[in-house]
């Protein structure tokens, strides 16, 4: 059993990108390659975990129940660089009208209780993590409308019942579909979609850490 204490923070910003999808020639991977290139093209390093290529196992162990250790190593590790993110991105298809149950699987076994929130004695929720800000990015079949006829389920999992409740600040979505029937001139259109979203996010969370650090900075340190 490992725990997720000491997470190693990089010396400028950092993005965490999870990618959750079988197939690695499909459109989510190339999806997550552009939020990649683009927040590195912003000057932001980018932490990437691939739940299928790494072989992440989304079951939550008896061990992991009511406590802050892992059953394995990835667990731990994924939940250091989440503790050391600056930005956080998701790129996953919509399944059922949710993620897929490898990435539900991550949200219960890497960002739970003690790890990326506590719960108070009055219930009250407190985030630990340190991102300012996530990006979802999704692909899928159903238009928007019909997302919204449901009350946007994917939207509010990852805004209201993810990322809000640790303690992220925004929480971004883009929503490309139907991917069935699309273009290669569309599904391009997309992936540049995305890189741009990542870069404005990048420099979005490059400006506030650097206006932070300015304001902590003693009268007499240097710049």
Not at 45 to 61: E, Q
Not at 99 to 108: I, M, T
Not at 188 to 211: H, K
Request: hydrophobic letters at 45%; charged letters at 25%.
């Amino acid at each position: 059993m490992t725990t997720a204490e000491g997470p190693v923070t990089p010396q400028g910003p950092a993005l965490l990108l999870v990618l959750c999808h079988p197939a690695q020639g499909s459109l989510c991977a190339a999806l997550a390659r552009a939020v990649a290139d683009g927040a590195r093209g912003a000057g932001v390093a980018v932490t990437v975990h691939d739940l299928y290529r790494d072989g992440f196992d989304p079951r939550l162990a008896a061990a992991e129940v009511e406590s802050t250790r892992f059953a394995d190593d990835l667990a731990a590790r994924y939940a250091r660089d989440l503790l050391a993110a600056d930005a956080v991105a998701v790129v996953h298809p919509v399944w059922f009208f949710g993620p897929p149950a490898a990435l539900k699987g991550w949200v219960e076994r890497v960002v739970r209780e003690g790890v990326a929130y506590d719960v108070g004695e009055d219930g009250a929720v407190t985030g630990r993590l340190r991102a300012r800000a996530a990006l979802v990015v999704t692909t899928g079949n159903a238009g928007r409308a019909t997302e919204a006829s449901l009350g946007d389920t994917v939207t509010r999992f990852w805004r209201d019942l993810v990322f809000g409740p640790a303690g992220v600040p925004e929480t971004r979505r883009l929503a490309f579909a139907p991917v069935r029937g699309s273009a290669a001139e569309e599904r391009a259109a997309w992936i540049e979609a995305a890189r741009r979203e990542a870069a404005t996010l990048a420099a979005a969370v490059r400006a506030y850490l650097g206006s932070h650090r300015a304001e902590q900075r003693r009268p007499d340190e240097p710049t």
